[in-house]
């Protein structure tokens, strides 16, 4: 039974490139969660993904950052035009469903530690 | 401003000794109160979900409790293996995100 899976683990960028970060929720997750890590702090909530629907992107910064989690593959996170600021962990999370209860816990993935020279 | 803040950051035990981490919240229309344990390099694995004051949960050596204020994570004779950051996360009413505390790192002496 996969839990969720993430890729690459770790990424390398120049300033001015573009970041691409994939996530694969547990197998018959719906609901994907992305969060950014920075050193020292705790995670911060980005966006919160159905399947072809952004339902909560209040997290998310206004520019350069989108996300998406198309009807066939896995949710990608994507950063353009990196800065020096954008270095962190990101992680990816998935829950059965919504509501409450046992079926809306959040399980995590790996994360994709990002490094913008 | 919804806020979590766990306490203490950092504390070291020696393997056996028992003691308590606290998450205190201010978060308004708790729906769910969790505790993951993240290692480094790692992403956080679940480990509690308490959703009403007065409920707990344990699971080996350690136990969740739960008050309308913070929650208690107790470790019980803790052992080398137990080192870890402990993170307690809080979602809100909408239920679309979770509030993460910054965590306390536990270390365990052999």
């Known amino acids: 039974n996969a839990g969720v899976m993430q890729n690459p683990r770790h990424l390398v960028r120049r300033r001015g490139q573009e970041a691409r970060l994939r996530c694969s929720p547990m197998k018959g997750h719906s609901h994907v969660y992305w969060y950014r890590q920075l050193p020292e702090e705790g995670l911060k909530f980005m966006v919160y993904?159905?399947?072809?629907?952004?339902?909560?992107e209040s997290g998310m910064p206004k520019e350069r950052f989108s996300a998406e989690f198309p009807k066939e593959g896995p949710s990608i996170l994507r950063i353009q035009q990196v800065v020096r600021g954008d270095s962190a962990a990101y992680f990816c999370?998935?829950?059965?469903?919504?509501?409450?209860?046992?079926?809306?816990?959040?399980?995590f993935g790996p994360g994709t530690r990002l490094l913008v020279l | 401003e919804d806020q979590v803040t766990q306490s203490p950051e950092a504390l070291r035990l020696q393997e056996g000794e028992s003691s308590s981490l606290n998450c205190s919240y201010t978060?308004?229309?708790?729906?769910?109160l969790f505790w993951y344990r993240q290692d480094p390099g790692k992403g956080p694995e679940f480990l509690f979900t308490l959703y009403s004051a007065g409920e707990e949960k344990e699971k080996e050596r350690l136990k969740a409790t739960l008050t309308k204020k913070e929650s208690f994570l107790h470790i019980t004779a803790p052992k080398p293996e137990d080192s870890a950051t402990y993170l307690c996360a809080v979602q809100g009413p909408t239920g679309n995100q979770f509030y993460f505390g910054t965590g306390t790192s536990l270390t365990v002496i052999p």
């Open positions: 978060v308004s229309g708790l729906r769910g």
């Open positions: 993904l159905q399947k072809e629907n952004i339902i909560d």
């Open positions: 999370a998935s829950s059965l469903l919504p509501g409450q209860g046992p079926q809306e816990t959040q399980y």
